[in-house]
């Protein structure tokens, strides 16, 4: 039997997504619970998927199934495609397993020609209304399926609202968007080179082969790869008979959420124009209405609108976002979904769901996504200065956070003055989908239209990214780089400062400061320690990084690069005396000038940990960052050893490596100079001496590891080393201090032979940068280089740098534990690589069982709810 590709509404239901795209489920579970929905059938994700493997063809076996759902819908409807009588007509949109807003394209009005047109005028006794809808038609097949640039069509439409002097779309009579439908069609030939198609079936074919393809345009491709979600997944195709909206003043179209999406507070929020199509509200190309004033023009459909609200929330347990028409006053639900929501929308919406009884504790933690914690995390404008400020204007608050930066106004030189290392604000007038990646650059985004679910408001907030949008006082001209607001000019690299919070928009600097994090943040992260097993700790290299870690629920330190303790003005000569020693003696006595700093380090580390593990590595620093190069810097060393410049030059130029990554580094470091070690230990033993006699009730056990292990005959000569001063520092102290030695697994070979290295390592912790380096032979410094073309040929899907990459480090990981734990049972086993605060990674390092994670202190949270996540996720597979 052949595979089935395509069904109807009524054939699906809610779990089916993985099938039917998180749209075509949802239409079908809103079906199934009686609710009111414009009949329609979802052609599969696989048909997606299928389409890819046939060289972007839909091949015949799904062909002919279309057709034949055509005839059921035709059938369900009584409508018919091309009918003279009584015409279907359909809107075609994509919708993927997860929900990607405005990533891929949809057309309406589908089914529409010359003939039918006039018919529906006729029998409507609303031309305008079908003028309206051809126009459309015409515009959206013409950009989505034909890639003929949209501004063509917005141009002729602007050219007729001068011509008759109107402003809005809406004061076009039915002439005035005949003779638009019929330019629409000139322009389209002369940019093709055939007429428009007339015939419904030709239109459907190329609609879905539009929406199949739009999976692989470059914005969707950037949002999966932020949002991890695999290619491999495809979209579906929803085709729905059409609910017009755009019929008159007693029909409409709205989004709408039953929570604020930006702070959680509960009740209905969203936006609703009458006499629209759906793309009006979302595209922003009006300024639309609140929902609550629905109620006044169309109070029936208004109260069975509440009331759909609730019966979705309490079937989904969880707040919905839902597109829905008015036609002549009867309600048509369009879509529903599980709402995009802020950071602390997401914290205050999981608690007030399990206050209301809806969701459990165990479920309120897995309903967040942890990416999602960052934007809690980001900066707010300093209260003390933005206390002496005066707003300039204000506009609708779409995405909170505070931004500060000179404006640019595209994307592209959003993009482009960010990788100058400029701090950006990006004007436009209105942002489509195609803005992502300046969107993504910028620290902020000011629209001119626009409300809170247009495009940019939606996109702002998935990323985090202060959104201020609708600020219809500014007029603007973004050829000419340049906009006025309320009096003031404004060029190109002025500053602005934008508040996504209030919307509030100022001119010049204001200086941002880091978020406070309370309320419901604290409830969530309380609950998702009960579920976690596996700690968090984080990488600090200074103390106060230390204590910012800590007041994030850092619960241990588990990389303290030592060397990046020394970028300070004021220590780097000490560093540099001790790199361009040439004896022993010169080297010992740039060390004598380290060794209390780096001793006051660690006691400042001890301390804020207050008791909790401390794991310092030893000197891993690739040499060439720390020679110096500036003349009078060689003078300064120069005259500090005692030497002359031309000797401090001939050490630094014997120093430079061909390969630094794979030099003189980490534990080779100590291999040829035991005396670095030898110091490092004093630093690390004497400190934690000091902090025990002012602590006796801590359990302070320090750890010493040692990076860059490849065999494990070089690690025992340098733990021999480190244990026979610890040894004797202890003996001499009088004090009972346990220490552990351990190491970094970030060799393959070093994974590969971890058993033999476990006979030394009392730990291991995976140092998955070194690790993905070196396992691909990818340099950690020039893979950005080529890594897009990657991307680009879908070789990659994702930076290997950024997630771990499973099946291959991965492997390289569950190898070492295994062979670890044969030979020390109990061996502690973490990771400290940038993987360490990536959710997806965290996921996988609690399934092969590490103990713990360590990222960057600003990801604690997110590590710890994704750790929680993947616990729960693991009781429930058991
Ligand atoms: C690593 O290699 O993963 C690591 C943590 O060490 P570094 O980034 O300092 O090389
Ligand atoms: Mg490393």
């Not at 397993?97 to 949809?106: F, I, K, N, Q, V």
């Amino acid at each position: 039997m052949a595979k089935k590709w395509v069904y109807l509404f009524t054939e699906g239901n809610a779990d089916m997504r993985p099938t039917l795209g998180g749209k075509g489920a949802n239409l079908a579970e809103m079906t199934n619970i009686g609710l009111p929905v414009p009949q329609g059938f979802t052609i599969t994700t696989e048909a997606c998927t299928q389409y890819y493997e046939d060289g972007r063809e839909i091949n015949d076996e799904i062909s002919s199934q279309i057709y034949e759902y055509i005839e059921k819908l035709e059938g369900i409807t009584g409508k018919k495609f091309g009918d003279l009588e009584n015409p279907l007509l359909v809107s075609v949109r994509s919708g993927a397993r997860a929900s990607m807003p405005g990533m891929m394209d949809t057309i309406l009005n589908l089914g529409l020609n010359e003939k039918v047109v006039n018919v529906i005028a006729e029998k409507s006794g609303n031309p305008r209304w079908a003028w309206d809808c051809y126009r459309r038609f015409i515009q959206m097949y013409s950009d989505v399926v034909m890639e003929v640039g949209k501004k063509y069509f917005e141009q002729l439409i602007d050219k007729m609202k001068e011509e008759k002097g109107v402003k809005q779309d809406v004061e076009l009579d039915a002439n005035d968007l005949k003779t638009l439908a019929n330019q629409f069609k000139a322009e389209y030939k002369s940019k093709i080179g055939s007429d428009f198609p007339d015939d419904p079936k030709e239109q459907l074919m190329g609609a879905v082969k539009a929406v199949f393809r739009s999976w692989d345009n470059p914005r969707a491709n950037i949002y999966r790869r932020d949002n991890d979600i695999p290619y491999s997944w495809g979209t579906a195709v929803n085709v729905q008979s059409m609910a017009f909206g755009n019929m008159g003043d007693d029909c409409g179209t709205g989004v709408a959420f039953t929570r604020n999406p930006a702070t959680g507070e509960k009740g209905l929020f969203g936006e609703f124009l009458t006499n629209a199509q759906g793309e009006d509200v979302v595209a922003g190309v009006r300024t639309p209405m609140k929902i609550a004033e629905m109620e006044d023009k169309f109070p029936q459909a208004f109260e069975q609108f509440q009331n759909v609200c609730k019966i979705l929330e309490d079937h989904y347990r969880d707040m919905q976002d839902m597109e829905f028409t008015v036609e002549h006053g009867n309600l048509y639900m369009l879509q529903t979904r599980s709402g995009k929501r802020t950071a602390q929308a997401a914290l205050r919406i999981a608690c007030d769901l399990v206050d209301e009884g809806m969701r459990t504790e165990e479920e309120a933690v897995a309903m967040i996504d942890p990416r999602n914690l960052d934007t809690l995390l980001h900066p707010q404008f300093d209260p003390a200065v933005l206390k002496t400020q005066t707003p300039l204007a204000k506009a609708l608050p779409a995405s909170p956070g505070a931004a500060c930066g000179q404006i640019v106004f595209s994307a592209a030189d959003s993009k482009a003055w960010a990788e100058n290392g400029n701090k950006v604000v990006l004007v436009r007038l209105e942002t489509s989908p195609e803005d992502i990646e300046g969107m993504k650059t910028a620290q902020g985004i000011l629209t001119v239209r626009g409300g809170m679910t247009s495009h940019a408001a939606v996109v702002a907030r998935g990323m985090g990214t202060c959104c201020v949008s609708g600020c219809s006082e500014i007029s603007i001209n973004e050829e000419k780089k340049e906009f006025d607001l309320n009096g003031e000019h404004f060029v190109e690299g002025d500053w602005i400062s934008i508040d996504g919070s209030t919307g509030n928009i100022y001119k010049g600097i204001i200086p941002t400061k880091d978020a406070e994090i309370a309320g419901e943040f604290g409830r969530i992260m309380a609950w998702a320690d009960q579920f976690r097993t596996m700690k968090v700790r984080t990488n600090a290299d200074t103390p106060k990084d230390a204590r910012k870690a800590r007041q994030l629920g850092a619960e241990g330190i588990g990389l303290c690069r030592t060397e990046h303790m020394f970028f300070q003005p004021d220590r780097i000569a000490a560093f540099r005396e001790m790199i361009c020693s040439d004896t022993v003696e010169e080297r010992e006595k740039a060390l004598d000038k380290i060794l209390p700093m780096q001793q006051d380090d660690f006691e400042q580390l001890y301390e804020a940990l207050e008791g909790d593990p401390v794991t310092i590595r030893f000197l891993d620093p690739p040499l060439h960052e720390f020679v110096p190069t500036a003349e009078e810097d060689i003078k300064e060393l120069a005259a500090a050893q005692g030497k002359t410049p031309e000797q401090i030059k001939n050490i630094i130029e014997s120093l430079k490596e061909f390969n630094p990554m794979m030099g003189h580094r980490g534990l080779r470091l100590a291999v040829t100079y035991p005396e670095i070690a030898k110091m490092q230990t004093k630093a690390v033993i004497r400190a934690a001496i000091r902090v025990k006699k002012d602590h006796p009730d801590w359990n302070l056990v320090p750890e010493i590891m040692i990076p860059l292990t490849s065999d494990y005959k070089e690690l025992a000569y340098v733990k021999k080393v480190v244990v026979a001063v610890a040894d004797e520092e202890i003996a001499n102290s009088g004090i009972d201090l346990k220490y552990q030695v351990g190491t970094m697994i970030e060799i393959p070979r070093a994974a590969l032979t971890a058993d033999q290295i476990a006979s030394e390592a009392e730990f291991f912790c995976f140092g998955t940068n070194d690790l993905t380096q070196m396992t691909y032979g990818f340099s950690r410094d020039d893979a950005g280089k080529f890594l897009t073309a990657y991307y680009d040929t879908k070789i990659f899907e994702n930076d290997p740098f950024a997630r771990l990459d499973v099946s291959g480090v991965g492997k390289l990981m569950e190898m070492a534990i295994k062979l670890g734990k044969e030979v020390r049972p109990n061996i502690h086993c973490g990771i400290c690589g940038e993987h360490g605060g990536d959710p997806t990674s965290v996921m996988f390092c609690n399934s092969i069982g590490l103990d713990y994670v360590s990222c960057s202190p600003f990801r604690v949270p997110i590590a710890k709810l994704a750790a929680a996540q993947a616990a729960i996720e693991q009781k429930k597979a058991k």
